[in-house]
């Protein structure tokens, strides 16, 4: 476990442990549905690279990686607003294609990102996310695998940051939310 406990977290919600573990349950049941294919992993700068090694090792079936990144709102939470900053590498034509993303919050990212590169013609389209907050929901989106799921809580570590930092815990916390500034 990381020795590092930065100022404001109130505890410790899922520790390394349980993360790992998760992972591999979710990285099997991937490879199950996939079996037979390959698989594409597309990450969501920077929020879920950790999040998608650690996956991408726990699936068994040929997997090839690409990332985007888009441009967001820094601080607490985020808008309504998504561009994409930095494009995949490569073509996704014909191919199938798992989205892999931190953790889906309002749905608004994922619902752009997912009609996005539903316009470059894939054979198929699937999302996974690690933490899931469904009661803050405002577009619907469909997660086909999640790790967890989360109460209304503002949440660092494993990727996940509080004005860029933190991304580098192995466990995930809760911060308190007198600690959190408005940005
Ligand atoms: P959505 O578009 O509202 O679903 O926002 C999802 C994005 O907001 C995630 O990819 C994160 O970058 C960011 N985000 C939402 N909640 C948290 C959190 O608790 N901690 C860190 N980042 C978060
Ligand atoms: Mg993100």
Do not use: W
């Not at 990450?43 to 090839?64: C, E, M, N, Q, Y």
């Amino acid at each position: 476990m990381s020795s590092l406990i930065p100022p404001g977290v109130e505890r410790v919600l899922f520790p390394a442990e349980q993360i790992e573990t998760r992972v591999r349950e979710v990285g099997a049941a991937i490879s199950e549905k996939y079996r037979g294919k390959e698989l594409k992993l597309i990450g969501v700068l920077k929020g879920s690279i950790f999040f998608l090694t650690a996956l991408a090792r726990a699936i068994d079936i040929p997997v090839k990686i690409d990332m985007l990144a888009i441009s967001s709102f820094s601080g607490k939470g985020s808008s309504g607003l998504v561009r994409i900053a930095k494009d995949l590498d490569d073509s996704i034509e014909g191919e199938d294609v798992l989205l892999v993303e931190d953790i889906i919050d309002t749905g608004f990212t994922v619902r752009y990102l997912l009609q996005n590169l539903a316009g470059r013609k894939p054979n198929s389209i699937g999302l996974c996310t690690l933490l899931d907050r469904t009661s803050r929901r405002i577009v619907q989106v469909p997660v086909d695998f999640r790790c967890f799921e989360i109460g209304d809580h503002f949440v660092i570590g494993y990727g996940l940051d509080y004005r860029q930092l933190y991304r580098n815990l192995d466990y995930i916390a809760v911060m308190n939310p007198a600690a959190l500034t408005k940005a």
